[in-house]
Structure formats: C-alpha cells, structure tokens
C-alpha cells in the first residue's frame, strides 16, 4: 500500500490567495482527518470525515477553511483567502475503525507570504 | 476539553533507557496513544493502552493509569534513530488531542 497520499508537499503563496490541498486515504479506510501543525500551537484536529461525512469540524479555525471529500478516495482542503498566519504543516490521516491508530500523510508545508 | 501536559526535552546517551512522562485532564477517555515524529516527517503510531497496565512493543513500553491521569512511554536500549518528537494523545470519540511533544535527542 502507498500510504496516505497528499500534495501539493509544499506550497508558496501570496495572502489573499486561494490554497487547495489534497489528501487520498489508504485505500479501506473509513476516516479520514485534516491536522494543522505549528510550533505555537501543535498538532491540532482541523475537521474529521466518516464514510465521506464530516462529522467534526469544531477544529476548523474559521469560514476561511472549508474541507470535502467527494468520495472514499480523495479529499481536499480549501483556505480562501490566505494569510501569513495559515503558515505552518498541513497533515492528513486516515483509519480504519481503530480511533487511536491513525495513519499520516507526508503533510503539505504551506507557506503564505 | 483535553488537557495534556508531557516534558519538551529530554537529553540520553545511546544504549540508555529513556522515560517520558504524559499527564492528563480529559472530559472523555477511550484510551492513550503514542506517536512518533522524525523532524521533518510525520507522525507515526507507535502504542496504545485503553486499560490499566504496561504494554510492550519491542524496546517500546507504555504504561497508563486511568486513575491517576498518567502514562509513560518508554524507550529501551536507545539508539541514534531513536532521536525525534514524542508525543502523547487522548482519544475521546474519534478525536485525537495531542500533547505538545517532548523531544528526545540521542548522543553517542
């Protein structure tokens, strides 16, 4: 198996910019999570998905980020428009029924200038 | 809410045995995690412990008491790779909170 799959692996852009990133979960996987990680704030839960329904997204930081995922195998997250402060490590991860064992993406760094 | 506190280094030679400590506050508790993360990588899965008790895997230890709000991993017979981020997390639901980390760095 591939892993968790995303990309862009990194991204540069201006503020005020639109930023798409893209997640494809380990293939049988029925949750997915999108994680942002900063060294102010850690490794935080964004918004989770169940058989392609989010089910959490209390994490989400504000109407500026939205996430889909349009089928079991693809999943995307949107920040519109960015800012410096969207900067840091974006992580996506996916599991099978097992909520404590979770499976990470190689993360996308996202840096908005 | 969760609240998880853990140290943010801790310094070992190799061959050592290392212990990192995971105190916790939760509203909601199905059970402990540990993650690894290589600086610049990901996290990876290293243990779980929903009851009481120590749970071994390989030169990986964990040890949880539900009653007291604190878990240890522990790291045996260490090793160069060894050296990364630590990190504890409490899963309520399907969500998981993470600690801050605790770095470990390996000296030879």
């Known amino acids: 198996d591939a892993g968790v799959i995303q990309s862009p692996r990194h991204e540069v852009t201006e503020m005020g910019q639109e930023v798409t990133l893209r997640c494809k979960p380990i293939s049988g996987h029925d949750y997915l999570f999108w994680y942002r990680q900063t060294m102010m704030r850690g490794l935080e839960l964004l918004i989770y998905f169940n058989n392609n329904v989010p089910i959490d997204d209390s994490g989400m930081p504000e109407d500026r980020f939205s996430a889909k995922m349009p089928n079991a195998s693809f999943s995307t997250l949107k920040i519109q428009p960015s800012e410096p402060r969207d900067s840091a490590v974006y992580f996506c991860?996916?599991?099978?029924?097992?909520?404590?064992?979770?499976?990470f993406g190689p993360g996308t760094r996202l840096t908005v200038t | 809410g969760q609240s998880l506190e853990q140290p943010s280094e801790v310094t070992a030679v190799e061959g050592a045995i290392v212990q990192i400590n995971c105190t916790y506050q939760?509203?909601?508790?199905?059970?402990l995690s540990w993650y690894q993360q290589h600086d610049g990588g990901a996290p990876t899965f290293l243990s779980y412990n929903a009851l009481d008790g120590l749970e071994e895997t390989g030169r990986f230890s964990s040890f949880l008491s539900r009653s007291k709000g604190y878990s240890y991993l522990l790291l045996k017979e260490l090793q160069m790779k060894d050296s990364a981020s630590y990190f504890c997390?409490?899963?309520?639901?399907?969500?998981?909170?993470f600690g801050a980390g605790t770095t470990v760095t390996v000296r030879a």
């Open positions: 939760t509203s909601g508790f199905y059970g």
């Open positions: 991860a996916s599991s099978h029924g097992l909520r404590y064992e979770q499976y």
């Open positions: 997390a409490v899963g309520d639901d399907y969500k998981l909170s």
